[in-house]
Nanobody
């Protein structure tokens, strides 16, 4: 399975973006799908993750501003980013299967200007 992420870009603070990630193969609904991000000089951190039938998990810094969703029929995961802040800038990676043993997409760059 390969992951293809898209939707990043340059946006002003307070703006919105929608990230998409599609898998080349079938991802079972029970498999965790999520988004991580990495800012320059910082470690990759979990932004949001979702397993079908369970409540999503969000980083404290994005809760209430970001929303993760998935379309199991399309083996896709999405991340709606709203009320963006400069500190949200970074490369956003989609992930299937979790941080330790999962599969990573190539990343999509989000830049939020102040």
């Amino acid at each position: 399975v390969q992951l293809q992420a898209s939707g990043g870009g340059l946006v002003q603070a307070g703006g919105s973006l929608r990230l998409s990630c599609s898998a080349s193969g079938t991802v079972h609904s029970s498999v965790l799908m999520g988004w991580f991000r990495q800012a320059p000089g910082k470690q990759r951190e979990l932004v949001a993750s979702l397993r079908s039938g369970r409540d999503p998990t969000y980083a404290d810094s994005v809760r209430g501003r970001f929303a993760i969703s998935r379309d199991n029929a399309k083996s896709s995961v999405y991340l709606q980013l709203t009320s963006l802040k400069p500190e949200d800038s970074g490369i956003y990676y989609c992930n299937v299967g979790g941080r330790s043993n999962g599969i990573w997409g190539q990343g999509t760059l989000v830049t939020v200007s102040s």
